[in-house]
């Protein structure tokens, strides 16, 4: 059947705004409309593609909710190879390298190089045949890889077009690139999986490469994975005659491309740009093992070549391992709000890469036994992907005989009931729902920042609540009176008062964060939001079906089914009934327009404030604004507080405006 000319055009539109909004959000992190809004462009191009299926077409944002599962992944082979990188690890290896350049091109000159950091991701290809993206796939054994098209499709920063003019001019372009996962979403990632009772990635490549492959696809969608670009597999084509044109079109192109990229020329350049990166590397949200120096000219890499399966015209100049020995002191086992124990190692004291170091996870009893740990064990610490403190393995040569092995414990460290571990399961679980240990940590989640925010219940307060029989369900602290507070320890007429504030301002907190607060297992504040922004109200959310929460694009078998067993439970109804009493108000949202005087203004903020980073980053973020973790050219303002240290100099030397909180309450 024909599709109405309006119709159509329509639906280009829709493709054409759906992938503006992704540019926006998972390539230059500068959203321009609500979640809700984008929603409902997205459902409008599905309700079009339902419809009339016909209309649908390869570059429609469609193709990146994933497909039905594979058996197996298929086989691609490169048409040119991916090669690995030779490595050196000091200056004067380096200079070798740089010597060996330019002996084989036969000048004296400095070389240009193009210096990049090294990702520590999951290399692909993708190829792109007049314009569309047709195949993606692993680098595998540098001659073929694996068919991961779909799953590459999902990530929200590949383009799934090119434009009309590069297309007609590559009809065949192959772009090669780094699929990571960036730091803090692994620790959002692992805790979810820690607290399913499935063993946790070990660092944020293992994280991204699993997610990467696969065979449920609509699995990696749900992943936080990023796409960076660095490269294309061909060194000949018309009008790009060097590594710096090829990365100019391929940011034209929307491809993420890194910035801390640079052009420079000569080993001392080099060496500076691997020094400034390493300085760097402590406050990147992503993990960099390195530097790459390529020969930026086209011609002079086709003259170099390449050797076995290694070009001689890129080198990979590597940073040193940062780990450390220590002893074990004691193996403690704790219990999270799911109920998981963890076994946790207590270390004696120790520095690694710049952090001071005294518990490790050991995840669980498979983890344990592998490393056969014993108390007074000499261990080696290394903190995985520059973030979580991981046990690399024991000195074994340095037992004495007086080590302690240390078993599982049978029952629960909190509450003494007998623990289980379910088939399948990674994890030993306390299985009382009334266990203190879990009542505690579910309280102090339920009070947290990006929950219900209710500043002053911390950790050790939502000990002594649960501990003085306070509070035995989240629900009751909207009950608290203020003469049952001043009878806990450190407690005063003012941090109670405090307290209780606001503990009352958290009952106009919207629904997003209060499903947050729940504790579901799966739901975050990004699905929390599609709960609410497709089915609004609390009470539809309550009573949806398997059907109607997995019709929801980004809600998954597993979470709809948590969803359902939360709301099951009549304990957890009762909870919500006494929130309702107590004047909680579930909210869906606001409704008012969002406030955006910093529109297109990135900030950075360094040093100590009078109130938590993530507070200013709110704000400044409410405003329309955007917070990196780092100091660019591309930075417009520094918000500094006391003792900023290197960001401060490094705004000085690019002349970037420094301010102050009140200086920040005028700019809003």
Same mark, same amino acid.
């Not at 991701?121 to 993606?136: H, Q």
């Not at 990979?316 to 074990?328: G, H, R």
């Not at 050991?362 to 080696?380: F, P, Q, S, Y």
């Given at each position: 059947?024909?599709?109405?000319?309006?119709?159509?055009?329509?639906?280009?539109?829709?493709?054409?705004?759906?992938?503006?909004?992704?540019?926006?959000?998972?390539?230059?992190?500068?959203?321009?409309?609500?979640?809700?809004?984008?929603?409902?462009?997205?459902?409008?191009?599905?309700?079009?593609?339902?419809?009339?299926?016909?209309?649908?077409?390869?570059?429609?944002?469609?193709?990146?909710?994933?497909?039905?599962?594979?058996?197996?992944?298929?086989?691609?082979?490169?048409?040119?190879?991916?090669?690995?990188?030779?490595?050196?690890?000091?200056?004067?290896?380096?200079?070798?390298?740089?010597?060996?350049?330019?002996?084989?091109?036969?000048?004296?000159?400095?070389?240009?190089?193009?210096?990049?950091?090294?990702?520590?991701?999951?290399?692909?290809?993708?190829?792109?045949?007049?314009?569309?993206?047709?195949?993606?796939?692993?680098?595998?054994?540098?001659?073929?890889?694996?068919?991961?098209?779909?799953?590459?499709?999902?990530?929200?920063?590949?383009?799934?077009?090119?434009?009309?003019?590069?297309?007609?001019?590559?009809?065949?372009?192959?772009?090669?690139?780094?699929?990571?996962?960036?730091?803090?979403?692994?620790?959002?990632?692992?805790?979810?999986?820690?607290?399913?009772?499935?063993?946790?990635?070990?660092?944020?490549?293992?994280?991204?490469?699993?997610?990467?492959?696969?065979?449920?696809?609509?699995?990696?969608?749900?992943?936080?994975?990023?796409?960076?670009?660095?490269?294309?597999?061909?060194?000949?084509?018309?009008?790009?005659?060097?590594?710096?044109?090829?990365?100019?079109?391929?940011?034209?192109?929307?491809?993420?491309?890194?910035?801390?990229?640079?052009?420079?020329?000569?080993?001392?350049? =080099?060496?500076? &740009?691997?020094?400034?990166?390493?300085?760097?590397?402590?406050? %990147? #949200?992503?993990? *960099?093992?390195? $530097? +790459?120096?390529?020969?930026?000219?086209?011609?002079?890499?086709?003259?170099?070549?390449?050797?076995?399966?290694?070009?001689?015209?890129?080198?990979?100049?590597?940073?040193?391992?940062?780990?450390?020995?220590?002893?074990?002191?004691?193996?403690?086992?704790?219990?999270?709000?799911?109920?998981?124990?963890?076994?946790?190692?207590?270390?004696?004291?120790?520095?690694?890469?710049?952090?001071? =170091?005294?518990? &490790?996870?050991?995840?669980?009893?498979?983890?344990?036994?592998? %490393? #056969?740990?014993? *108390?007074?064990? $000499? +261990?080696?610490?290394?903190?995985?992907?520059?973030?979580?403190?991981?046990?690399?393995?024991?000195?074994?040569?340095?037992?004495?005989?007086?080590?302690?092995?240390?078993?599982?414990?049978?029952?629960?460290?909190?509450?003494?009931?007998?623990?289980?571990?379910?088939?399948?399961?990674?994890?030993?679980?306390?299985?009382?729902?009334?266990?203190?240990?879990?009542?505690?940590?579910?309280?102090?989640?339920? &009070?947290?920042?990006?929950?219900?925010?209710?500043?002053g219940l911390g950790g050790k307060l939502a000990a002594q609540l649960v501990e003085n029989e306070l509070v035995a369900n989240p629900a009751d602290i909207y009950y608290l009176k203020k003469e049952e507070l001043l009878e806990l320890d450190l407690m005063g007429e003012k941090r109670a008062q405090n307290l209780l504030d606001a503990i009352e301002k958290s009952k106009t907190r919207e629904l997003p964060y209060i499903l947050v607060a729940f504790g579901i297992f799966g739901i975050g504040e990004s699905a929390a939001r599609l709960l609410v922004d497709k089915l609004n109200k609390l009470d539809s959310i309550v009573d949806a079906s398997l059907e109607d929460l997995t019709a929801i694009p980004g809600i998954g078998p597993t979470m709809a089914q948590s969803i359902l067993d939360f709301f099951a439970n009549p304990g957890n109804h009762e909870m919500i009934e006494r929130m309702k009493?107590?004047?909680?108000?579930?909210?869906?949202?606001?409704?008012?327009?969002?406030?955006?005087?910093?529109?297109?203004?990135?900030?950075?903020?360094?040093?100590?404030?009078?109130?938590?980073?993530?507070?200013?980053?709110?704000?400044?973020?409410?405003?329309?604004?955007?917070?990196?973790?780092?100091?660019?050219?591309?930075?417009?303002?520094?918000?500094?507080?006391?003792?900023?240290?290197?960001?401060?100099?490094?705004?000085?030397?690019?002349?970037?405006?420094?301010?102050?909180?009140?200086?920040?309450?005028?700019?809003?």
């Amino acid at each position: 059947m024909a599709i109405d000319k309006a119709l159509r055009e329509e639906y280009e539109e829709l493709k054409k705004r759906i992938e503006y909004h992704n540019r926006q959000y998972y390539v230059y992190d500068r959203p321009v409309i609500s979640d809700a809004e984008y929603d409902r462009l997205f459902d409008r191009l599905l309700q079009i593609e339902r419809e009339n299926p016909n209309i649908v077409t390869p570059d429609s944002p469609s193709q990146r909710i994933g497909a039905p599962p594979l058996s197996s992944f298929e086989t691609v082979r490169h048409r040119k190879r991916m090669l690995s990188l030779q490595k050196v690890t000091s200056r004067e290896e380096f200079a070798n390298f740089d010597r060996r350049v330019r002996e084989s091109l036969e000048v004296d000159d400095e070389i240009a190089y193009v210096v990049e950091p090294k990702l520590d991701g999951l290399a692909v290809e993708l190829v792109y045949e007049k314009g569309l993206l047709k195949v993606g796939s692993t680098r595998g054994d540098g001659t073929r890889g694996e068919d991961v098209t779909v799953n590459l499709k999902t990530i929200r920063s590949i383009p799934l077009k090119l434009s009309g003019a590069t297309s007609k001019r590559y009809p065949l372009l192959e772009v090669r690139g780094e699929v990571i996962m960036r730091r803090s979403d692994f620790l959002k990632l692992n805790r979810n999986m820690e607290e399913a009772g499935q063993p946790p990635f070990a660092n944020p490549r293992n994280a991204a490469a699993g997610s990467l492959r696969q065979l449920n696809s609509r699995i990696t969608a749900n992943r936080p994975l990023l796409f960076f670009a660095y490269g294309i597999s061909a060194n000949d084509l018309p009008g790009l005659p060097d590594q710096s044109s090829v990365v100019r079109l391929l940011g034209k192109e929307n491809f993420l491309i890194n910035e801390h990229q640079e052009l420079v020329s000569g080993v001392d350049s =080099v060496a500076d &740009a691997f020094e400034k990166l390493k300085r760097l590397r402590p406050e %990147l #949200d992503y993990e *960099i093992d390195g $530097t +790459v120096a390529k020969v930026n000219d086209f011609g002079h890499q086709s003259r170099l070549g390449e050797i076995s399966r290694a070009p001689r015209w890129a080198i990979a100049w590597k940073f040193a391992a940062e780990e450390a020995e220590t002893s074990v002191v004691d193996i403690i086992f704790s219990v999270g709000r799911t109920g998981v124990i963890t076994p946790v190692a207590k270390l004696r004291p120790v520095k690694v890469a710049g952090v001071v =170091v005294s518990n &490790a996870s050991l995840h669980n009893e498979d983890e344990m036994k592998a %490393l #056969d740990i014993r *108390i007074g064990d $000499t +261990v080696v610490i290394r903190r995985a992907g520059d973030v979580i403190p991981q046990v690399m393995r024991v000195i074994e040569d340095k037992r004495s005989g007086d080590e302690k092995a240390v078993a599982m414990p049978s029952r629960c460290p909190s509450c003494g009931t007998r623990v289980v571990r379910p088939e399948g399961e990674a994890a030993w679980r306390c299985i009382n729902a009334a266990c203190p240990a879990q009542m505690i940590e579910r309280l102090f989640h339920f &009070a947290a920042k990006d929950a219900m925010d209710i500043d002053g219940l911390g950790g050790k307060l939502a000990a002594q609540l649960v501990e003085n029989e306070l509070v035995a369900n989240p629900a009751d602290i909207y009950y608290l009176k203020k003469e049952e507070l001043l009878e806990l320890d450190l407690m005063g007429e003012k941090r109670a008062q405090n307290l209780l504030d606001a503990i009352e301002k958290s009952k106009t907190r919207e629904l997003p964060y209060i499903l947050v607060a729940f504790g579901i297992f799966g739901i975050g504040e990004s699905a929390a939001r599609l709960l609410v922004d497709k089915l609004n109200k609390l009470d539809s959310i309550v009573d949806a079906s398997l059907e109607d929460l997995t019709a929801i694009p980004g809600i998954g078998p597993t979470m709809a089914q948590s969803i359902l067993d939360f709301f099951a439970n009549p304990g957890n109804h009762e909870m919500i009934e006494r929130m309702k009493s107590a004047g909680v108000s579930f909210r869906p949202g606001a409704t008012e327009p969002a406030q955006t005087t910093l529109a297109g203004k990135t900030f950075v903020i360094t040093g100590t404030l009078s109130k938590p980073r993530s507070h200013f980053k709110t704000i400044i973020e409410a405003a329309g604004g955007r917070v990196t973790g780092s100091v660019s050219a591309k930075t417009d303002f520094v918000l500094a507080g006391e003792n900023p240290g290197s960001k401060l100099d490094r705004a000085n030397e690019l002349g970037i405006k420094i301010i102050d909180e009140k200086q920040l309450g005028g700019l809003i």
